[in-house]
């Protein structure tokens, strides 16, 4: 077997793989019955990593590799990656992507949101079944017992993943309370604090502080529908200001915030919030300029009304006088 020298793991699988396509059916049995004896040890790794989300690669010989210096707080995102060259040629790659998402679900199951309980069906029984399926199967067919094993896995262990997510980390709350405050859904809230900000906010931007701003926050909360927000989704939002630039007045500055920390920052990251930010600063400029007119039409429309009035006023006493000068004497 000429270059198969130096090869391990997934690579010499590919390697050995690429004589099942020979006419010869003995070469064939020959070759799959080898292919079933190298392949043992990947599928080992890989029974391992989707059932138990753990990976015991000691001689880098599966399609998974992963990064043990990585933070918890960054295992979802670069921790785990593919090692092409050890991608078996049997395993399409959006079946790796799958395995791949299926062993760093559990990973962060078991160590981001300190779940150990059992996920799905992933019983002894129903791994070795698998592994006795796999293992005289090498085809990259849609519906092959591969297949059928990896999305099984790949199905229970996303909903148990958002399930961890909605119940006890209440991601779907964190998501309206983003959508409430920093992109101002919740109106009378938001016109509440811009009523009771605008003295200080008109002011130079050097001169605010944060404390006063927050007890501000607090007083809109408190006087608005906002009261019967969740307190832990009220402990999270909060007051930041900008970097200050030359000129620059409160309403330039001034942005609501909202903490996010344990496995929901994963979901929301820094880039991600910040990009929330982005958004809230665009609407809160829109906003100021809205209630700018507001207050704007209502001085206006008082001063009309007081024009009206006096104008009216003026022409009842004119007529008036007029209809006395024309009384006879």
């Given at each position: 077997m000429v270059g198969w020298a130096g090869l391990k793991g997934g690579a010499l699988c590919s390697a050995i793989h690429a004589h099942l396509r020979c006419g010869d059916p003995f070469d064939v049995a020959l070759v799959r019955g080898i292919l079933n004896q190298v392949a043992r040890p990947v599928r080992c790794l890989l029974d391992q990593w989707i059932y138990e989300g753990e990976l015991r690669d000691n001689n880098d010989e599966f399609f998974v590799?992963?990064?043990d210096g990585?933070?918890?707080?960054?295992?979802?995102?670069?921790?785990?990656?593919i090692r092409k060259p050890?991608?078996?040629?049997?395993?399409p790659h959006e079946l790796a992507e799958k395995i791949l998402l299926i062993g760093k679900s559990i990973d962060f199951i078991r160590r981001a949101c300190r779940d150990r309980s059992p996920i799905g069906g992933s019983s002894r029984e129903s791994k070795d079944d698998a592994v006795a399926t796999i293992e005289l199967t090498f085809g990259d067919?849609?519906?092959?017992?591969?297949?059928?094993s990896i999305d099984l896995a790949y199905r229970e262990t996303s909903?148990?993943?958002?399930e961890i997510l909605y119940t006890k980390y209440n991601f779907l709350g964190h998501l309206k309370a983003m959508r409430r405050?920093?992109?101002m859904g919740q109106g009378d809230f938001i016109r509440h604090l811009m009523d009771l900000l605008e003295p200080e906010l008109e002011q130079d931007a050097k001169h605010l502080y944060l404390h006063n701003l927050t007890g501000t926050l607090e007083s809109a909360v408190r006087a608005t529908n906002a009261q019967f927000d969740d307190p832990d989704i009220l402990e999270r939002l909060d007051v930041r200001l900008l970097e200050l630039?030359?000129?620059?007045?409160?309403?330039?500055?001034f942005s609501l915030d909202y903490h996010v920390d344990g496995p929901i920052q994963t979901v929301f990251t820094h880039d991600t919030v910040?990009?929330?930010l982005r958004i809230f600063n665009f609407l809160w400029r829109a906003k100021r300029m809205e209630h700018g007119l507001a207050s704007v039409w209502k001085s206006q429309t008082s001063r009309t009304r007081e024009i009206r009035w006096m104008t009216g006023r003026q022409t009842r006493k004119s007529i008036a006088h007029s209809r006395r000068s024309f009384i006879p004497l």
């Open positions: 590799s992963g990064d990585v933070a918890e707080d960054k295992l979802w995102r670069e921790k785990y990656a050890m991608l078996p040629s049997f395993v067919v849609p519906g092959s017992p591969l297949h059928q909903k148990r993943l958002l405050y920093l992109l630039s030359a000129g620059d007045t409160g309403w330039d500055v910040r990009r929330y």
